[in-house]
């Protein structure tokens, strides 16, 4: 009985850091689009913690009982892609140009 609440208490705490995760994101995707370096360092700051956030949150489920959500976690990796592309594009826009 133990184990069952155990697993309830982690599967609720997954979904509350994705919740979170992703009022994160839409509030930084309703920002405008805003090229000064200080704000893309911070944005990218961001999206590093998210994307170590939600690391963290997959491989605690990933480590839980086989009974987990399968879309849950398929959703969470989606996410995880789409932050580590994000963060390539801003660090791309804060590297200084190169001469041809």
């Given at each position: 009985?133990v184990g069952?609440r155990?697993?309830?208490v982690?599967a609720?705490?997954?979904i509350?850091?994705?919740?979170?995760a992703d009022?994160?994101?839409?509030s930084?995707?309703?920002?405008p689009?805003?090229?000064?370096?200080e704000a893309?360092?911070?944005?990218?700051q961001e999206?590093?913690?998210?994307?170590?956030?939600?690391?963290d949150?997959?491989?605690?489920?990933?480590?839980a009982?086989?009974?987990?959500?399968?879309l849950?976690l398929?959703?969470?990796?989606?996410?995880k892609?789409?932050?580590?592309?994000?963060?390539?594009?801003?660090e791309?826009?804060?590297?200084?140009?190169?001469?041809?």
């Amino acid at each position: 009985m133990v184990g069952v609440r155990v697993r309830a208490v982690n599967a609720a705490c997954t979904i509350l850091l994705l919740l979170d995760a992703d009022k994160r994101y839409h509030s930084l995707a309703m920002q405008p689009a805003n090229d000064e370096p200080e704000a893309l360092h911070a944005q990218l700051q961001e999206l590093r913690i998210e994307h170590r956030d939600l690391d963290d949150a997959l491989a605690r489920l990933e480590a839980a009982p086989p009974p987990y959500d399968e879309l849950l976690l398929r959703r969470m990796k989606k996410r995880k892609l789409h932050l580590k592309d994000r963060i390539a594009v801003v660090e791309r826009l804060l590297e200084p140009d190169e001469l041809a």
